[in-house]
């Protein structure tokens, strides 16, 4: 994970870095640094903790540089504090690097280095890469560019790494592997990041780095070639992004912002899909791959964290409405055991950010062994939505908060006009059905502003009479068991409160023995067609003095009748009722967070982008 940020231009670094990696503090916070290029000398500053503590600390030092370079960490080879912080000098102190990514030969490398008499001031890979670089720049008496690209070639890992060196005192060289970078043109000058977030105050126009590739980035020049050394030329794309979708907009979090877009990031990933009136469904990404698609053998959905949840919910979907075999893969898992797969298998990899590296992986080897990919993404031009032979975009905009809320409500809008477009390819859906699912898909924005104006306060309340117990228990069925398993994440993540999701019958077969009169069980008990049997559940709960807080369709007094506390969403078909009901349970943990004061938009010990495995 890591953010990292670079400036080459004529206007002071430390400001622009230091904006670029509070945009980027979402990937990581375990400490922060910058190091800046004076003119005569480089001068480093790094910090254990937030982006804060680093401004806090360089206050009143040399800050005058125009060229630039800041990361942000999230920890792997080291604990966090100021020695493991980056960026790193070399031994000769002539280099400094920041690295997001892991190097994995770096043991062996590192006793080579040993060998030869280097030392090392952190317990980084990272530095172990950058005196590797440094040695054999020396050796071979050549450029820092040659040498980037030499060593580049004996690394076994994912990087980006961006350097500076002290006989270059107007250049950033880059290089990445498996890590997002983007570069943004401006007038005189480069900005450097793991995503466009840092430099969209100052431009639009941006290069999306590949794999393989370096850059020499200078004030007026962007030469970029692959480890071969042949130049390539940067593909200039255009952001649509606008810089008041990555502030906070008058909320306290950006995770309360986030729930609260939801009606429009959910109507945003619709439009000029969803035809209700004409009863059509426009996907491109689906039509590429439609034969595929409706003669799969099997669509395997590999995602990881919240959207593992959307793909298990689009697994009961597209079963349902397909009639295709569906399977969902923890990516994490899915790489390493040697699946079987054909190339009649549709892979559907479903990310936020689209560079989750185990995600990435795992479509990787799916797509050697001739599976299709399609790629349902949130962030335009990442390494997932490039790698896919057809896609979609949900449209959910930036997500800043580290727990996913949004990205989750606008992958579930688009994995639903997936499963109905093939379903009605595929025939393999009634027109009354097909038409009701569009009439109320188009009405969830709507039904989730209600619940967000007519529930919120209602929410907080309960979150508060709560905040204060040791464990949860979340339950639900059929299309709401991947609700009940996104609702205990969001509280893990948010709260630090240990939260199990179970499938509300198989909580009988073991977790009923942790049910007492402190216990919270959370039940997602909208009317469907299991209603009877998950109100049976909700007994079984409350003969054992377990505390029962329920999301209920409106209406429903059976439900209500039972439980301690309801939070109510309106009544759609079941099969879209997930969409509603996960909205209160993000309300329910994000004030259960703020109630213990912790936190909420950067949790303890997460990052926003696993880029890592
Ligand atoms: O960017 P991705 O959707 O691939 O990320 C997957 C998970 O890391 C992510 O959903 C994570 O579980 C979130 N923190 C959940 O809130």
Not at 19 to 37: C, I, P, T
Not at 65 to 91: E, K, M, Q
Not at 136 to 158: F, P, Q
């Amino acid at each position: 994970m890591c953010g990292i940020v670079g400036y080459v231009g004529s206007n002071l670094a430390y400001p622009i870095l230091i904006d670029g990696l509070k945009k980027l503090e979402y990937r990581g916070y375990d400490s922060a640094g910058v190091a800046l290029h004076t003119g005569k000398a480089l001068e480093v500053y790094k910090k254990e903790g937030k982006v804060a503590a680093l401004e806090d600390y360089v206050y009143g030092k040399n800050i005058q540089a125009t060229v630039g370079i800041g990361h942000t960490r999230w920890a792997t080879h080291g604990v966090p504090s100021d020695r493991n912080a980056h960026p790193h000098y070399s031994n000769s102190g002539n280099i400094a690097m920041i690295h997001n990514g892991i190097i994995e030969n770096y043991a062996q490398l590192k006793s080579e280095l040993v060998q030869k008499g280097y030392t090392f001031a952190s317990d980084t890979d990272s530095e172990v890469l950058l005196n590797f670089i440094e040695d054999i720049k020396i050796n071979n008496d050549c450029s820092l560019e040659e040498a980037v690209r030499i060593a580049l070639k004996r690394v076994v890992g994912a990087y980006v790494i961006l350097l500076i060196d002290q006989d270059l005192p107007d250049t950033i060289i880059a290089a990445r592997k498996g890590s997002p970078l983007v570069i943004g043109i401006g007038n005189n000058a480069h900005y450097l990041g793991s995503d466009a977030s840092p430099m969209l105050a100052y431009t639009k126009e941006v290069v999306y780095i590949n794999d393989y590739e370096l850059a020499i980035v200078r004030p007026d020049e962007l030469i970029l070639k692959n480890l071969g050394n042949e130049r390539i030329t940067p593909f200039v794309q255009k952001l649509d992004i606008e810089l008041a979708a990555i502030e906070k907009g008058g909320y306290d979090h950006f995770m309360l912002k986030e729930i609260f877009e939801q009606p429009q990031t959910i109507f945003d990933s619709l439009r000029g899909r969803l035809d209700a009136e004409h009863q059509h469904i426009t996907l491109s990404g689906v039509d590429k791959i439609k034969e595929k698609l409706i003669h799969a053998n099997r669509v395997i959905i590999v995602a990881c964290g919240t959207s593992w949840h959307a793909g298990l919910l689009a697994e009961y979907v597209i079963e349902e409405l397909c009639r295709i075999n569906v399977e969902v893969e923890y990516a994490s898992e899915f790489r390493y055991r040697n699946p079987i797969i054909t190339d009649k298998d549709v892979i559907i990899a479903v990310s936020q950010s689209g560079e989750t590296a185990d995600t990435l992986v795992a479509i990787e080897n799916a797509k050697k062994q001739g599976a299709t990919i399609f790629g349902l993404v949130n962030v335009v031009g990442s390494s997932i939505a490039r790698m896919s032979d057809a896609g979609a975009y949900t449209h959910a905009g930036p997500e800043i908060g580290v727990a996913s809320t949004k990205a989750f409500t606008a992958q579930l809008a688009v994995l639903y006009l997936i499963a109905l477009k093939v379903a009605y390819e595929k025939q393999t859906i009634d027109k009354t059905l097909f038409n009701k699912l569009l009439g109320d898909l188009a009405k969830v924005p709507q039904y989730v502003q209600d619940i967000l104006e007519e529930q919120d306060a209602a929410i907080k309340e309960i979150a508060n009479k709560y905040a204060d117990a040791r464990d949860f228990l979340y339950l639900g069925r059929g299309f709401n068991f991947p609700i009940a398993l996104e609702g205990a994440l969001k509280l893990k993540e948010i709260s630090y409160i240990h939260a199990e999701g179970y499938p509300a019958a198989e909580m009988k077969h073991g977790p009923i023995a942790l049910v007492d009169e402190n216990l919270p069980v959370v039940f997602v008990a909208t009317k469907d067609s299991y209603h009877e049997k998950i109100v049976s559940n909700i007994q079984e709960i409350k003969a054992r003095k377990g505390q029962v807080i329920a999301v209920v369709s409106q209406g429903d007094n059976v439900v209500a009748g039972l439980a301690d506390d309801v939070m109510v969403v309106p009544q759609i078909h079941e099969i879209l009722a997930p969409i509603l009901s996960v909205v209160p349970l993000q309300l329910l943990s994000y004030y259960i967070g703020i109630n213990r004061g912790l936190d909420v938009d950067k949790p303890r010990n997460l990052a926003k982008s696993v880029t890592v495995e």
